[in-house]
């Protein structure tokens, strides 16, 4: 049983070989860049209810086509109600699944488009570290368009220890874009 | 009880069927050459600002986002068909539909990218909240020959009608696509 995620992987590698399915190109210059977007938590995760700029750095250390890691580090801000109380700093991991070419998108964004879902889990906590939290992601509408990785409504649940599911937190949008 | 939640959440399942079949459309659009048609799917941030205390303002704390239809007739015009839903910290506890005409400040030529638009309209929330809507957009870059626009940083004044107050509006990033 152990080894059907192994052949799943190698057989993923055959088909989406990293020069076809990069939308970055075959070199992928890139190492890492700067990310933001918009998020907010329900009632039962722990920050105020509100509307949250996260923003920070990212990294994006190897090219490989599929399972592809990316390490971020940031900050959540609350944008309305400004409320101090509720930042927190961010540590993530995120897992690109698989980058799959969208030939039909390139007529809309003039370059090659890949469909990059991905998972991950991020870490949160308070500037003081009176309070944090743990969740994992899913993010399935995630587009890597040019120096840019695009990811539209991505799900967190946040567990709590002992009891699982404690809440849920929502991503509308989020741009990384890469830099460096 | 039980049938406002059959509403909201059909209102829900409409919405991603729009955005599902969008990208199906888009395949058969790109048939022709330039398919492009004044009618897109608009979507966007949008963050409220309540001015004064927060416990009198009529919109409650949360993550929202804008949704809806744009229609571009003649050369300056845009009509927008909208609403606006919350997501956290409860998913569809408040909504708020509501409508607009702009006015772009330069005229649509073939292939013409960068524009302004000022636009009034209302917003109309489930709880009866009447909101007139005054919006300013800086930069827009695109136009339906490019098939999207992009909007940026547009600030929109609010006044409630019952309350008798102003709230701002803040919509960082707006994405229109148009079929």
């Known amino acids: ?180 | 009880m039980y049938g406002k939640y059959r509403i909201k959440s059909r209102l829900v399942v409409l919405v991603w069927v729009i955005i599902l079949i969008l990208p199906a459309r888009d395949a058969e659009a790109f048939g022709s050459d330039n398919a492009a048609s004044g009618v897109g799917l608009t979507f966007s941030t949008n963050t409220f600002y309540g001015s004064g205390r927060s416990e009198d303002s009529p919109v409650p704390p949360g993550l929202y986002y804008r949704g809806g239809l744009a229609w571009l007739p003649g050369k300056h015009l845009e009509i927008e068909l909208y609403h606006i839903p919350q997501i956290t910290p409860r998913l569809y506890s408040q909504v708020f539909f509501g409508g607009s005409v702009g006015y772009w400040i330069l005229e649509r030529k073939e292939n013409s990218y960068l524009n302004a638009i000022v636009e009034a309209g209302f917003l109309y929330g489930l709880d009866r909240t009447k909101l007139l809507n005054l919006k300013i957009t800086p930069i827009v870059f695109g136009c339906p020959a490019f098939r999207y626009a992009e909007k940026f940083c547009t600030v929109g004044l609010l006044f409630d009608l019952d309350r008798k107050r102003l709230l701002w509006q803040l919509q960082l990033l707006a994405v229109t696509l148009y079929l």
Do not use: H
């Open chain 1, 1 to 180: 049983m152990r080894r059907i995620p192994v052949i799943l992987l190698l057989l993923l590698c055959l088909f989406f070989p990293a020069d076809e399915t990069c939308a970055l190109g075959a070199e992928k210059p890139w190492f890492g860049g700067l990310y933001t977007g918009f998020c907010g938590f329900s009632e039962q995760t722990g920050p105020p209810a509100g509307e949250y700029l996260t923003a920070g750095l990212f990294a994006e250390p190897l090219n490989i086509p599929v399972l592809n890691p990316a390490f971020l580090c940031g900050v959540l801000i609350p944008l309305s109600p400004a409320n101090t109380g509720g930042m927190r700093v961010q540590v993530a991991a995120e897992l690109t699944i698989v980058d799959l070419p969208v030939s039909f998108l390139k007529n809309r964004f003039y370059i090659t488009s890949c469909f990059s879902p991905g998972v991950g889990a991020q870490y949160l906590f308070a500037l003081d570290y009176s309070t944090s939290a743990f969740s994992v992601l899913i993010a399935p509408l995630r587009i890597r368009v040019g120096d840019g990785v695009f990811t539209v409504g991505s799900v967190e649940l946040f567990l709590a220890e002992g009891t699982g599911a404690r809440g849920w937190g929502f991503t509308l949008f989020k741009a990384a874009l890469f830099l460096f």
